[in-house]
């Protein structure tokens, strides 16, 4: 098969082009703006479409105006935005700035099966939980705590604590005193 001639069309304000070649593949139709705002749709070597949008500012979608209104009582999933790749990855990237997600609930759900299924939240810096009511930590198995330096647990009001087995040991009585016998008994490393 011959390879399509590149074409294109333009006026003051925009330009259309279609059948030239990039990195990201053989443009079938792009649009550039006298701002050079652009969006095109290229066909790569998988015979599979891609969609690319790029502008020089800002980029924002205003949706939902005419659904209805969930109120407190809503539990239907409005969708009035939706990103759904079948397979591959979604990223969200800002390199010199912040991702801000703000609604009136938040839900991050992991439900591979096997070996995926996790949240992980990683932070150069401070990693900041508050809640204005409850925090809930609840493990199936095992909820491990590790501090390299200090740290502080501090209540104002009533503390419960429920175990089935203890164990309080200073690091010199765990690694070299009478508990670290027992430790080593019933296999626990410290």
């Not at 979604?90 to 759900?109: C, F, Q, S, T």
């Not at 096997?114 to 609840?138: E, Q």
């Not at 429920?162 to 005193?177: R, T």
Request: charged share 20%.
């Amino acid at each position: 098969m011959k390879p399509k001639i590149p074409e294109g069309f333009s006026t003051e304000n925009y330009r259309i082009d279609s059948g030239d070649q990039n990195r990201y593949g053989v443009n079938e139709y792009s649009v550039t703006t006298g701002t050079s705002a652009r969006f095109a749709h290229y066909k790569n070597n998988q015979d599979n479409g891609k969609w690319i949008l790029s502008t020089p500012g800002s980029s924002v979608e205003v949706l939902g105006q005419a659904m209805k209104a969930k109120g407190n009582e809503g539990t239907t999933s409005q969708r009035a935005k939706e990103i759904f790749a079948k397979h591959g990855d979604i990223y969200l990237e800002a390199p010199d700035g912040e991702i801000v997600l703000r609604a009136k609930n938040i839900r991050l759900v992991a439900d591979g099966g096997g070996d995926d299924g996790d949240v992980t939240i990683n932070a150069n810096h401070i990693l900041n939980l508050k809640a204005n009511h409850d925090v809930r930590v609840t493990s199936d198995n095992t909820i491990a705590m590790t501090a390299a330096k200090d740290m502080n647990l501090i209540v104002q009001g009533f503390y419960e604590l429920k175990y089935g087995f203890a164990m309080a040991a200073s690091h010199a009585d765990s690694n070299f005193g009478a508990a670290s016998t027992i430790l080593n008994a019933i296999g626990l490393k410290v």
